[in-house]
């Protein structure tokens, strides 16, 4: 992700490629360094290797809710202070740079890195050292397996549960209107499996023969033989947990067999802009769920996105959400029980907090299990007279659910 021109938060200079400390203080002296008056908040991110873009977009989401922070009166009347390091995309280096930020560098409190592979060594660190842990991107089954009592993820739903607002529509349907059959395609992967056999899991307990179960490896682009497994098994609903070429090819591969499902759901794929060129002009009824739109009626979500747009120019995406939303969780807590200290004590008060209460975000209300799973789950998006709108929940609906798709 390219960080806009004109921006009013400034990041300081990459040190030896290595490492980068953002400094953001909303008070008259920008250059103040911690003291009483300040709360530090330590965080490792991606910002080179394999993360790199999901990387800086979960920084400019921290960055932002810094700034607005500090220019609404900060954290128990304290500036909030960032300092970010360049953990690389490595395990090693993210667990290296949360040992600085609490041994070295003294910070009041942490959040957490980008992606799975480098939020469960992070979250490690923390726990060692008795800090709560929040995290904006690690969804995977691993993360919750670990044993960890102090992390929680910032988002609405861990991957099993993507679909469970449209498992709950299809519920409620009269038991003759539902489908009666449903098909599956998968990529090998944790993330694109759990969205798929999340909702598996659900038709199947309401009574929803499985006629086909593919999965494929993630390098998979002719999906001719899974297509026409499907196409032949006539599903009344065909659910493919998916990238983005991979759910291109496979929708392609459908049309041409012209099998016509009575509803069809893909994760990632439809949500992405690119996604009506590549397929024509036949996404009409396509499900998708999402994590985050910046036409969520969430109160916070229109402070955040007017905020944001005019800091950065542009609305803000699931990463930068993800990573306000960390900082509004923590941040209740802390005004909760009036403390950000690095402290044993104080951070055990925060984490007992968090696990009995809910707090009101941009993605909207979360809160978690003893292992940090969120209990939510993500919006429903569906392609309507042309253009993705949410259709689920009821309350943050944007147009009403399409439950026969129109013949593509």
Known sequence: MTVPTGLRLTALAVLSGLVLAACISGGDDPGTEGGDDTITIGISLP?????????????QGYEAWAAYTNANGGLLGRNVELTILDDQSSADRVAADYEKLINDDGVDLVFGPFSTRLVIPAAQVAQDYGFLFVEPAGAAPEVFAQGFDNLFYAAPAVADDHYDHLADAIEAMPAAERPTTAAYAAMDDPFAMGTAYGLKARLEAMGVTTVADEVYPPNTTDFSSIAAKIANSDADIMVGGTQYQDAVNLILALQQLNYQPRMTAFSTAPTNPEFPQAIG??????????????????????????????????????????????????????????????????????????????????????????????QGAHLIQQYVDGRIRIVLPADQAEAELILDKPVW
Not at 346 to 362: A, Y
């Open 281 to 374: 002009d036949k996404t009409e009824g396509i499900l998708s769920p999402t994590g985050y739109t910046p036409e969520a009626a969430y109160p916070s979500n229109q402070e955040f996105v007017e905020f944001y747009t005019e800091e950065y120019g542009t609305a803000p995406g699931e990463d930068q959400a993800n990573a306000w939303t960390t900082g509004q969780v923590v941040a209740a807590a802390v005004e909760a029980v009036e403390c950000a200290e690095p402290e044993p004590e104080c951070q055990q008060q925060l984490i007992d907090w968090l696990r009995d209460n809910e707090v009101e975000t941009v993605v909207g209300p979360l809160s978690w299990d003893a292992e940090g799973r969120p």
């Open 47 to 59: 910002l080179t290797g394999d993360f790199a873009e999901p990387g800086k977009g979960v920084q």
